[in-house]
C-alpha cells in the first residue's frame, strides 16, 4: 500500500513556475514509476508527465514538453513536478499517481493515486 500526498499548487500569472511536490508513504517508493495526471473542470484526466523507478527515464506530453519537468527522489520518497512558462490552460487539478511499470501515459496502469492539488493559472 502507497499513500501519496501532493503539494505545491496555487495561483500564479501566466509566464511563471510552480513546482508541484508528491510524498510518498511506505518503503517501497524506489519500487514504483510514477506519473502526474491533470482534470480541468469538465475535461477528462490527461497525461502530464512519467518517471521510471529509478529515474533515469522520462516521458511528457506534448502540450508541456519543454516546459516542464518530472524528476523522482528515491531517498525523499518524493516525485516532483517543476512547471516553468505556465499557461491557462495548464489551469486544472494535478494528481501524481505511483505505477508498477513505466514510465506509462496510461491513467490504468497506476494502482495509486493523490487526492490533486489545484493550479490556476490566471492570463
Known amino acids: 500500500q502507497v499513500q501519496l500526498v501532493e503539494s505545491g499548487g496555487g495561483l500564479v500569472q501566466a509566464g511563471g513556475s510552480l513546482r508541484l511536490s508528491c510524498a510518498a508513504s511506505?518503503?517501497?517508493?524506489?519500487?514504483?514509476?510514477m506519473g502526474w495526471f491533470r482534470q480541468a473542470p469538465g475535461k477528462e484526466r490527461e497525461f502530464v508527465a512519467a518517471?521510471?523507478?529509478?529515474?533515469?527515464?522520462?516521458v511528457y506530453a506534448d502540450s508541456v514538453k519543454g516546459r516542464f519537468t518530472i524528476s523522482k527522489d528515491n531517498a525523499k520518497n518524493t516525485v516532483y513536478l517543476q512547471m516553468n512558462s505556465l499557461k491557462p490552460e495548464d489551469t486544472a487539478v494535478y494528481y501524481c499517481?505511483?505505477?508498477?511499470?513505466?514510465?506509462?501515459?496510461?491513467?490504468?496502469?497506476?494502482?495509486?493515486w493523490g487526492q490533486g492539488t489545484q493550479v490556476t493559472v490566471s492570463s
Open positions: 499517481a505511483a505505477g508498477r511499470s513505466g514510465p506509462s501515459i496510461r491513467p490504468g496502469e497506476y494502482y495509486y
Open positions: 518517471i521510471t523507478r529509478s529515474g533515469g527515464s522520462t
Open positions: 511506505g518503503r517501497t517508493f524506489s519500487s514504483y514509476a
